[in-house]
């Protein structure tokens, strides 16, 4: 947040859910970052939103699955 903070850039916390739940908390961040990807890449909201939920959707679960191979690693476990 400190970092956000020096270089004048806003942080907002965002919780993610795999399974396809947004939260209405998260509604206003998404929509904010959805109208920057359509301003920047010249493209309607509708194909923005799509590509922000699809690419948020991926790096949750690619981080989940990340932690998961990480935890049963250390545990000595298969992961195979």
């Given at each position: 947040?400190?970092?956000?903070?020096?270089?004048?850039?806003?942080?907002?916390?965002?919780?993610l859910?795999?399974?396809?739940?947004?939260?209405?908390?998260?509604?206003?961040?998404?929509?904010?970052?959805?109208?920057?990807?359509?301003?920047?890449?010249?493209?309607?909201?509708?194909?923005?939103?799509?590509?922000?939920?699809?690419?948020?959707?991926?790096?949750?679960?690619?981080?989940?699955?990340e932690g998961?191979?990480?935890?049963?690693?250390?545990?000595?476990?298969?992961?195979?």
């Amino acid at each position: 947040r400190e970092k956000c903070e020096q270089v004048g850039t806003l942080f907002v916390p965002l919780v993610l859910e795999t399974v396809g739940g947004w939260g209405i908390e998260s509604e206003p961040i998404i929509r904010r970052i959805c109208k920057a990807l359509a301003d920047v890449e010249r493209i309607d909201i509708p194909s923005a939103a799509r590509m922000v939920r699809t690419q948020m959707s991926f790096a949750t679960q690619r981080a989940m699955a990340e932690g998961f191979m990480l935890r049963n690693n250390a545990n000595g476990q298969s992961i195979v």
